[in-house]
């Protein structure tokens, strides 16, 4: 089993829709949880970040960490043709020098 | 990020041959972690290191796989005698202290083809 599970897609949505990402995690020393973009042939770019349970709001995202069920989301709000891209969560303990854990990614694909 | 630099961006290798991807670290950031991503999927980590030392390697294959950031230049993902399954997207991210949440930043990539 995965440490970290995500639906590979692909979402396909019409513009304007609310799309919510999710990635579900079977190792409770995850703290800091974290949402990356991939566009196709680019590297991962941060959109999100938060520390433990709760939410983060920027713009049109907003980021959820449930730990009590080991379960992260990522809701975009009235999404755009320029937000289709690959979605990786991403996740790493609170020890210093620790690599991230990454899921497998969802593709989004927002049609005008 | 831009200030992470790899290159090439593209390599294509025969079987056999060896394979030197490079990476160029943000200015001033003194953590280099290695990741491999597969066509369609996730990033797994490779390698951590920090200036002469390899910190964590534990996502590093055995054999043929070694990785270096001397004092001075790039930090160097080289594979040995490639195969058609080293076929992937090497990514490079850095830092400026090991990565505890949001510091990390990735470059472009480099996709290797062996032929």
């Known amino acids: 089993q995965k440490e970290v599970e995500q639906d590979p897609g692909p979402l396909s949505v019409p513009e304007g829709a609310i799309v919510s990402l999710n990635c579900t995690y079977s190792?409770?020393?995850?703290?800091?949880f974290m949402w990356y973009r991939q566009y196709s042939r680019k590297g991962p770019e941060l959109l999100m970040y938060?520390?433990?349970?709760g939410n983060k709001e920027d713009g049109r995202f907003t980021a959820q960490v449930d730990k009590s069920s080991k379960y992260i989301s990522l809701f975009i709000r009235d999404s755009q043709p320029s937000d289709s891209a690959t979605y990786l969560c991403?996740?790493?303990?609170?020890?210093?020098?620790?690599?991230?854990?990454f899921g497998g990614g969802t593709r989004l694909m927002v049609k005008p | 990020n831009a200030g992470v630099m790899q290159n090439p961006r593209h390599l294509v290798r025969r079987r056999g041959q060896e394979a030197r991807l490079r990476c160029s670290p943000v200015?001033?950031?003194?953590?280099v972690y290695w990741y491999r991503q597969l066509p369609e999927e996730g990033l797994k980590f490779m390698v951590y290191?920090?200036?002469?030392?390899?910190?964590?390697e534990s996502g590093m294959p055995k054999e043929r796989f070694s990785a270096e950031f001397p004092k001075e230049g790039p930090s160097i993902l080289r594979i040995q005698q490639v195969v058609r399954g080293d076929s992937a997207a090497y990514f490079c991210?850095?830092?400026?202290?090991?990565?505890?949440?949001?510091?990390?930043?990735f470059g472009q990539g480099t996709r290797l083809t062996v032929v």
């Open positions: 991210a850095s830092s400026p202290r090991p990565i505890v949440g949001t510091e990390a930043f």
């Open positions: 190792n409770s020393a995850f703290q800091y």
């Open positions: 938060t520390y433990s349970s």
């Open positions: 991403a996740m790493n303990k609170n020890n210093a020098g620790n690599m991230l854990t």
């Open positions: 200015k001033g950031h003194s953590h």
């Open positions: 290191l920090q200036k002469e030392n390899i910190i964590d």
